[in-house]
């Protein structure tokens, strides 16, 4: 409101004053009014040619040399000036800031690709472009897993789960494996993440080669000196407290053995990628078979109880399911006192199949249940060592899971009891006898229908 | 080098639909390069288990020619597209073919490896076959990326290349012809090896024939029958015709 009565004032005081001028100058001549028309035209005119003059200057001048104009003109201008300078400024600082930036990134050791929500390419750094062969400008707004085609990139792109990367090998160099990761950020953005891990796999390879060719070498020595401790077990011209130290060495090349063969178990496990496939395991015999042999292993008999409430097989392969079953209620086993309970429960659900060992045994203290599959990681390093067992058995469980797309939880409360669970996918449950024969049965009674229609 | 765009279009849905099949093309295509690579490598380190494992995974490059076929022909039947976005579909349809050809190159490959893994290997250890899977590999992948990019110039170069692999294929098999006359107790050996070789050759042509296909969509011209000079005089470095609108 202000605004317009400062701006009427200012209009009204010039007209009015180039009027008045302008009857000043008639009026000696008679002509007051002519003079007044007169001057008020030479007004407006000289208005219209500081617009235009400063319109030609704003379209072909480019902001630089502004023409000298007074009054209101003017000062607009000045003000158009003061904003692009602004502009300017701005403008340059923020190409410097994504200079910087650019700069940065490509200097990293790892490429980073900007991918939008659909995968598709929004701009990469130069480390990325060597570790995947793209193209500087033709590959932008190409879906990412239309160039790097290998199926498991694919697979980790489409299973959404990106908590740990995927490891791919390079579609035309033999030797380079690429770790590939999905950062999602932002409103839909994600970022990949390209690492060249060649070397760590070539470590890895060689660690596994190296574990297994020391147990092969490692176990016909050893086969030797369990013969030879038997032997003179057995023969009776050793005198009597001789066989108390050969006992003793004959159950430590025992546990040697038995570490061995784990760690060769393990090494199998694994170096074979391709996950198991495998026939439908019975599980309700395989459960009754492993409590009899425990029943008849161990030397203090405790309660065990097998509960089987799905008749549904398990897919998978026998010996590894067994092999990891086995090694689960052996722990149970061995750290439940005999007045103890074990019970194993095998059960189907919308969410697959449930392998349980429950006891009632001494329990283990949350901090150590992350590390527990881990190689040789001893909750009670004083206690398990006298009980036996390689070390290895969880391992070996959590590896035979993993073949088999199976996870393994663990609940325990110390004192009163753990339980072990292992989860399968709907995947890896067949039908039960009684849904074949079902399906089998309606599909008899279509073809009778279709033969009496 | 000359890109073509396909996001000039009247329908938006087309839009997507056509690029979906475009990434189910090149998915299957990838997972064609693994049955390849592992197949070679099945060969050339003896691994029977792995040979074994391509053969049997080939149903899947199969069901995957069948779904995409599907899909293009549904395509056709409800959008009836014309001009470029009508050569992307019939180069789709003609790039599958050859793709699950490759499959089944793979799978033939796979299943001698086993066979040979159980036999003496050769005093080369299979260099040459080595090499030439090499050469036929970069062909399928030079072949799909050109695919993906629209890109002519690349796939010119894979056509290129399968001159290659036809005079080596050829090499290898006088040589092979020497070695069965010297020593006749090892031909079923080198019948084999063979049949591997012949197997990879044939891949290089269909990694050619998709090369085609691409230069089809791309410039609308059917290169299959021209020879590669004539080709190369005509398209190398040209520009693509812009605005493919029905």
Redesign the interface.
């Known amino acids: 409101m202000v605004l317009a009565i400062q701006a009427i004032s200012y209009a009204v005081a010039r007209v009015l004053g180039a009027a008045a001028l302008g009857l000043l100058i008639g009026w000696p001549f008679g002509w007051p009014f002519a003079g007044m028309s007169l001057v008020l035209a030479a007004y407006l005119t000289w208005q219209l040619v500081n617009l235009s003059r400063m319109a030609w200057w704003v379209r072909h001048r480019g902001f630089a040399d502004p023409p000298d104009i007074g009054g209101a003109w003017g000062s607009v201008l000045t003000q158009i000036v003061r904003l692009h300078r602004r502009k300017r400024f701005h403008k340059r600082r923020f190409v410097q800031l994504l200079r910087q930036i650019q700069r940065s990134t490509a200097a990293l050791p790892d490429g980073v690709v900007i991918l939008d929500a659909a995968f598709e390419i929004v701009w990469f750094n130069r480390m990325a472009g060597e570790l995947l ?1 793209l ?1 500087r400008t ?2 932008l ?3 990412v ?3 790097v ?3 498991e ?2 697979r980790y792109l489409a299973a959404g789960q990106y908590a740990s990367p995927v490891i791919i ?1 390079h ?2 160099s033999e030797a380079v494996y690429l770790a590939l990761q999905v950062v999602p950020y932002g409103e839909g953005q994600q970022m990949l993440l390209v690492r060249d891990v060649s070397h760590q796999m070539l470590l890895e390879a060689m660690r596994k080669d190296f574990v297994a060719n020391a147990s092969h070498e490692l176990r016909s020595p050893l086969t030797v000196i369990s013969g030879y401790l038997e032997t003179l077990s057995l023969d009776p011209a050793f005198e009597s407290e001789m066989q108390g130290p050969i006992a003793e060495m004959r159950r430590q090349a025992e546990r040697m053995t038995a570490i061995i063969a784990d760690l060769l178990e393990l090494s199998r496990l694994e170096s074979t990628d ?1 996950p198991a496939t495998g026939e439908p395991i019975d599980v309700g015999a395989l459960l009754g078979a492993l409590r009899r042999d425990v029943l008849a292993h161990e030397s203090r008999p405790r309660e065990v109880r097998a509960r089987i409430d799905s008749e549904a097989p398990l897919i998978g392969s026998e010996s590894e399911i067994h092999s990891a079953f086995f090694n689960l209620l052996e722990n149970a086993a061995k750290y439940t006192p005999p007045e103890g309970r074990i019970e194993m429960r095998w059960w189907v659900d919308a969410r697959g199949g449930h392998f349980a060992v429950e006891d009632t045994g001494i329990g283990i203290q949350s901090e150590h249940i992350p590390r527990l599959t881990e190689r040789f990681y001893r909750v009670d390093p004083g206690r398990s060592r006298a009980s036996g067992g390689s070390g290895l058995g969880l391992a070996i469980v959590k590896h035979v899971l993993q073949r088999h797309d199976a996870t393994l939880e663990v609940q325990s409360v110390p004192g009163e009891g753990s339980t072990f669970s292992c989860h399968f996918p709907p995947s890896r449950i067949g039908k039960t006898l009684a849904a074949r024969t079902a399906s089998a049965m309606i599909r008899a009674a279509g073809t009778d229908a279709a033969a009496d229609a | 080098m000359e890109t073509a765009d396909l996001s000039h279009h009247i329908s938006r849905r087309f839009n997507e639909d056509l690029e979906r099949v475009r990434s189910k093309v090149l998915a299957m295509g990838g997972f064609v390069e693994q049955q390849l690579q592992q197949a070679i490598n099945a060969l050339v380190e003896g691994d029977s288990a792995l040979g074994e494992a391509v053969a049997i995974e080939d149903f899947k490059v199969n069901s995957m020619e069948v779904s995409i076929d599907e899909e293009c022909s549904r395509i056709l039947a409800t959008r009836a597209p014309a001009a470029g976005d009508l050569r992307v579909i019939v180069a789709i349809i003609k790039t599958i073919t050859d793709l699950e050809r490759i499959g089944d190159e793979a799978e033939k490959i796979g299943y001698i490896a086993s066979r040979l893994a159980t036999m003496e290997r050769p005093a080369d250890k299979y260099r040459e076959i080595k090499h030439i899977g090499r050469v036929v590999s970069q062909m399928v992948h030079g072949a799909l990326d050109a695919f993906a990019r629209m890109d002519a110039d690349a796939a010119l170069d894979v056509a290129r290349q399968d001159r290659r692999v036809d005079e080596e294929y050829e090499s290898i098999q006088r040589q092979t012809i020497t070695f069965m006359l010297e020593d006749p107790r090892s031909i079923r050996r080198f019948l084999d090896m063979m049949w591997v070789v012949r197997s990879l050759e044939r891949i290089g042509d269909h990694a050619k024939n998709i090369g085609e296909y691409v230069i089809y969509m791309v410039y609308g011209k059917d290169v299959r029958h021209t020879s590669l000079d004539d080709v190369e005089r005509e398209f190398r470095g040209r520009q693509a015709p812009g605005g493919r609108t029905a």
């Open positions: 062969r193209r033709a590959d707004g190409l879906r897993d239309n160039l085609r290998q199926p990139f694919g090998r579609a035309t391709v």
